[in-house]
């Protein structure tokens, strides 16, 4: 990280071309050739005001896809699987009385009518089970339903040590392969990563695009049922080139993510847009505008979009 005074960065954009703002007393503001806010600040400004900057660093990115979705409540599947678990149970003893009763009416031992009410009773608890699966598959997938530790799953479900995530693609937009995973991002941008549990077992009607089961293991970040995410499913291919911008440097306003760029001469700030499409622990990965040789403001950059609008809001 550096702070005022440090030795001159490579420059983000081109050289300040129209002159919007003009103030002796203090930072004045510009626009590039590209259109791109401009801030002109010596270096006694910009240790005044505790401006530090910092390089942002080379990196590469797995293939993405963009979706929707939210957290599911499990409570559906809870009680899902208590009913399967019930009728299995009842199943169990009725297809042993029949057993026993079976091995009576061989002996004599036992009444016609008995052995039929016996048989009637464990067919009725079988099909209870099959009903009970049918829709716990119909329901919640294939690959849920049959997995083997659907218990224990379900178990961390409902204690919220684990979350299931539903993801939707965009209508018409389909996979070649099973997306390998996902990173699931909050609206507060945290982003948590999540296994691949199979396809969804419906279309959803509003969004009509193809739905895939994630399995987020929670940690500090904690996700709540029919809380609203964002997903980056990760698909076969290339690694993509960007670099992470810092965390501390993105300011955002007008609906979108910015970060003011050191200049060539250390005495300039170009305000430059960020995608903010993909969290990672370190920052945000970007993949237009900057080079791992730009160094971007992570403490201050508050300050200057404030005297950016400050400037805009002077009479001219």
Do not use: C
């Amino acid at each position: 990280m550096k702070t005022h005074g440090a030795a001159a960065a490579p420059a983000a954009g081109d050289k300040p071309a129209e002159k919007a703002v003009d103030d002796e007393a203090g930072p004045t503001m510009e626009t590039d050739t590209n259109g791109n806010v401009v801030i002109n600040m010596n270096d006694e400004m910009q240790g005044n005001i505790g401006i530090k900057v910092a390089g942002v660093k080379a990196a590469s990115f797995s293939p993405e896809l963009k979706g929707y979705g939210r957290v599911q409540d499990p409570a559906p599947l809870v009680a899902l699987m208590m009913e399967l678990a019930s009728a299995q149970a009842a199943y169990v003893a009725s297809s042993n009385d029949l057993v026993r009763l079976k091995t009576l009416a061989a002996q004599n031992n036992t009444s016609a009518r008995a052995l039929q009410t016996a048989e009637a009773t464990a067919l009725h608890d079988q099909l209870a089970v099959q009903s009970a699966r049918d829709r716990l598959t119909l329901t919640w997938g294939k690959s849920l339903a049959e997995r083997n530790d659907l218990p224990a799953l379900i178990q961390s479900l409902a204690s919220l040590s684990n979350a299931l995530v539903r993801i939707d693609l965009p209508a018409g937009v389909t996979l070649d392969s099973p997306p390998t995973g996902a990173r699931v991002v909050t609206l507060s941008g945290s982003a948590i990563e999540a296994e691949f549990l199979g396809l969804a077992a419906n279309v959803d009607p509003q969004n009509q695009g193809r739905g895939f089961n994630f399995l987020a293991k929670l940690d500090s970040t904690r996700l709540l049922p029919n809380e609203a995410v964002t997903g980056y499913l990760k698909v076969a291919g290339e690694p993509i080139s960007g670099v992470i911008v810092p965390r501390d440097a993105v300011v955002r306003t007008d609906g979108s993510g910015w970060v003011y760029v050191l200049s060539k001469s250390s005495e300039a700030f170009t305000r430059l847009p960020v995608s903010l499409d993909h969290a990672t622990e370190d920052g945000w990965f970007e993949t237009n505008g900057l080079t791992a040789k730009n160094y971007v403001v992570v403490t201050g950059a508050q300050t200057l979009l404030s005297q950016e609008m400050k400037a805009l809001l002077k009479p001219d």
